[in-house]
């Protein structure tokens, strides 16, 4: 993953929401302040999300905009953001893992294999959850290159 993709400026560790809309917002937010969508890409990522759920399992939900969204996207980025404490994406599914995603072109496809193959392992997840520092994030992610 390049290292402009994700860094420890994209990684806020153990956030509080008090729903999937404030939750999908706040990760929205942070990949505009750190320059990869323009903030009209926040609305496409609401939009995506009453279209159906980023919920992914494992507690993981991957909130990334629509397909109209791509043209406020500048250029690839993910941001990282842990709630310990969870928050409900609906239909019972508790998140604790926000991985927000901007893709250019075709890049999020690379974005999103290297994702799933870090969050695939279970063990990787509760990693994540436990880590206490975002230099710790990153190495995890950096374990797939």
Do not use: W
Request: proline share 1%; aromatic share 6%; hydrophobic share 40%.
């Amino acid at each position: 993953m390049s290292e402009t993709i994700l860094t420890a400026n994209n990684i806020v560790l153990n956030e509080k929401f008090d729903g999937k809309e404030e939750a999908v917002r706040f990760v929205g937010n942070l990949l505009h302040k750190q320059g990869y969508v323009e903030e009209e890409y926040i609305g496409q990522m609401l939009e995506r999300e009453e279209v159906t759920s980023t919920y992914m399992g494992n507690y993981v939900a991957i909130p990334h905009g629509t397909e109209d969204g791509k043209k406020a996207v500048k250029e690839t980025g993910i941001t990282i953001v842990t709630v310990p404490e969870g928050v409900d994406f609906g239909e019972g599914n508790i998140v604790k893992l926000l991985i927000g995603i901007a893709g250019k072109g075709d890049e999020h496809l690379e974005v999103l294999s290297q994702i799933a193959l870090v969050c695939s392992e279970e063990e990787n997840i509760d990693k994540i959850l436990q880590a206490d520092s975002k230099e710790a994030i990153l190495a995890i992610f950096e374990e797939v290159n």
